[in-house]
């Protein structure tokens, strides 16, 4: 079955650095989503992208979807505390709407 | 958007025993997802719930461990039967409304002593 890896699986940064998380998908995607898990939340959306080579910008956050459509980044520039928490990319293609979640990174910011 | 209501927030239960955890949306959508997910781990799909048909459940997951409800457009129920402390984790629903988004309802957090 379709699966989605993400590394690194933690990420430490201090406030101000940059951050980045990479998505890889055993299969080719139709989408690939982008949530936030605060700790102790729930998933939030945060983008879909569709085609291939999509790039999209949401103040400090940059996703990128693969030419090939089997891989995503997700870019923080500047860390603040309030980015803390885990966040994974879904993918769409399995079928009947499902998402494949990714396995996740976890990211910590330090003062 | 949409808004889901889940409930239990939280539970205890001793092995043995079921719970049924209820979702409430606040607009009619077709297809309604149950997933589990491990302390400190990813989002794994225990099955889609599409009203008036039985659910589709993926690979690991069966409907005697996890029966599911649909009765309407607005509301779902998972059951977790026969529960051991392998099933302590956090039980999410889940909706997409309108467009491709997934909108999660606040989790259940089980523990199984």
């Known amino acids: 079955g379709q699966q989605v890896m993400q590394i690194p699986q933690y990420q430490h940064v201090q406030e101000g650095e940059d951050f980045t998380t990479y998505c890889n998908s055993s299969?080719?995607?139709?989408?690939i989503q982008w949530y936030k898990q605060r700790p102790g939340g729930h998933p939030v959306f945060l983008i879909q992208?569709?085609?291939?080579?999509e790039v999209k910008k949401q103040k400090r956050l940059t996703f990128q979807f693969g030419e090939a459509k089997k891989n995503s980044s997700l870019h923080i520039t500047a860390t603040q505390t309030t980015d803390v928490g885990t966040y994974f990319c879904?993918?769409?293609?399995?079928?009947?709407?499902?998402?494949?979640f990714g396995t996740g990174t976890q990211l910590k910011v330090e003062l | 958007s949409a808004v889901i209501s889940q409930k239990p927030s939280r539970d205890i239960c001793q092995r043995g025993t079921s719970l049924t955890i209820q979702c409430q949306v606040d607009?009619?959508?077709?297809?309604m997802f149950w997933y589990r997910q491990q302390p400190g781990q990813s989002l794994t799909l225990i099955a889609t719930?599409?009203?008036?048909?039985?659910?589709?459940?993926e690979s690991g997951f069966v409907i005697d461990k996890f029966p599911i409800s649909r009765p309407n457009l607005t509301f779902s129920t998972l059951t977790v039967s026969n529960m051991s402390p392998e099933d302590s984790s956090i039980y999410l629903c889940?909706?997409?409304?309108?467009?491709?988004?997934?909108?999660f309802g606040q989790g259940t957090r089980l523990t199984v002593v």
């Open positions: 607009s009619q959508v077709t297809m």
């Open positions: 719930a599409n009203q008036g048909s039985e659910a589709t459940y």
């Open positions: 299969t080719t995607l139709s989408n």
């Open positions: 889940s909706v997409e409304a309108g467009g491709a988004e997934a909108f």
């Open positions: 879904a993918g769409g293609g399995g079928g009947g709407n499902k998402l494949t």
């Open positions: 992208l569709v085609k291939s080579g």
